[in-house]
């Protein structure tokens, strides 16, 4: 009973992160600027501004990470809901894999998109700003459903 | 009286429902078109009560000031009304069908951008007037629509799933085929050594079988 608990708590937590990672837009931080992977925060007047994506961005590789990171959403939301019904349906001492299955597809994709982030975006900017939270979370995500993924492939159904 | 009557239908039929004289530009009031085109801006107008000499018009708004465009006074619900159009390239196409009164405007022009404004005013309901504005945007080129990331995204998930489905369904009529070899070899092997789980066995070859004890 606890160990499912814990679960479930992992799994959500991982779930809120990668949302919070993908929605917010602060990959990149600087202290005028927060930016990606939607669009870019400006502090002009005192006033923060929401501007298009420089076009020198890449557009392949923006679009990449852009749909990665909503993947690795939806498939960790997925994985949530055939965990619950797995919890019902699957007779004793058998695996949660389908869970399992959706759950290492999610870390796949936000791992995906946080490497094909830190290797194209601001390779050469770095005195101009830092990493942000968003770029943080999408990393600890990715540790995060990796352990849960682990778990639903070795745990077994009481 | 007729004019009695009208008060008490408005009161009860108007007072619950909606606030009389209603003017829409439809759900999306703005229109970003190409230099040159030509486009349509909708309104139609609604009233719970019916309407009797409804007067409306278009107004543009020129930095503040508004330059009427054209107006009308429409007796029923079911004539054209006689429309007087007072800005160049401007056709009514509203024909009244339906409540519709939009207006075309033929080869925009920069200059043709900006607010218009829909007004209308009922004398049935006391002159109850409303007006609804629509925001015509005159644009160089039109963006091209790119969709490449919802392609992605749907393309990633239904791949996903439809492949977990064919790797069940797969797996599932695999077991079940071995299982169906499995029982054909086990007959084969039954029937070869005459021993099956019938009285019909080797005389001998059962231990002695117990009185089943009855429940009362």
């Not at chain 1, 679960?7 to 992160?17: E, M, Q, V």
């Not at chain 2, 019916?50 to 330059?67: A, E, S, V």
């Not at chain 2, 071995?178 to 019909?200: F, H, M, R, Y």
């Amino acid at each position: 009973m606890l160990v499912l608990i814990a679960l479930s708590i992992l799994h959500i937590a991982a779930i809120i992160l990668l949302l919070v990672a993908t929605i917010d837009n602060a990959w990149w931080v600087s202290p005028t600027m927060s930016t990606d992977v939607w669009g870019r925060w400006v502090l002009t007047n005192n006033k923060w501004n929401l501007t298009d994506l420089p076009s020198n961005y890449e557009t392949d590789y923006l679009q990449a990470v852009q749909a990665t990171s909503v993947l690795a959403c939806i498939f960790s939301i997925i994985a949530l809901f055939v965990f619950i019904a797995e919890l019902f349906t699957l007779p004793k001492g058998r695996r949660f894999t389908i869970s399992g299955v959706f759950q290492v597809l999610a870390c796949l994709f936000i791992m995906i998109a946080a490497s094909i982030y830190t290797d194209r975006f601001h390779v050469n900017e770095k005195s101009l700003g830092n990493y942000g939270h968003s770029f943080i979370l999408a990393w600890i995500a990715f540790g995060l459903t990796f352990i849960s993924s682990i778990v639903y492939f070795v745990l077994r159904k009481k | 009286s007729v004019a009695a009557e009208d008060q008490t239908s408005y009161m009860f039929r108007c007072v619950w429902s909606a606030q009389g004289l209603e003017m829409s530009v439809g759900k999306v009031p703005f229109l970003e078109a190409v230099n040159g085109s030509t486009v349509m801006l909708p309104c139609t107008y609604a009233s719970c009560i019916g309407i009797k000499d409804l007067y409306f018009n278009w107004q543009y708004n020129d930095n503040g000031t508004m330059q009427k465009v054209c107006d009308a006074v429409i007796p029923t619900e079911d004539v054209v009304p006689d429309v007087k159009v007072f800005r160049e390239r401007v056709e009514f196409i509203g024909k009244n069908h339906k409540n519709n009164i939009s207006i075309l405007i033929w080869n925009i022009t920069f200059e043709d951008g900006g607010l218009y404004t829909c007004f209308g005013r009922n004398p049935k309901e006391k002159n109850k007037n409303h007006s609804a504005v629509f925001h015509l945007i005159v644009v160089d080129e039109l963006r091209v629509v790119d969709n490449t990331l919802t392609i992605i995204i749907a393309s990633a998930v239904g791949g996903a799933i439809a492949f977990l489905m064919a790797f069940m369904l797969l797996k599932n009529f695999t077991l079940f085929v071995l299982a169906k070899l499995e029982e054909k070899n086990k007959e084969c092997l039954v029937s070869s050594s005459g021993i099956d789980n019938t009285e019909n066995g080797l005389s001998g070859s059962k231990a002695d079988s117990k009185p089943t004890p009855k429940k009362k």
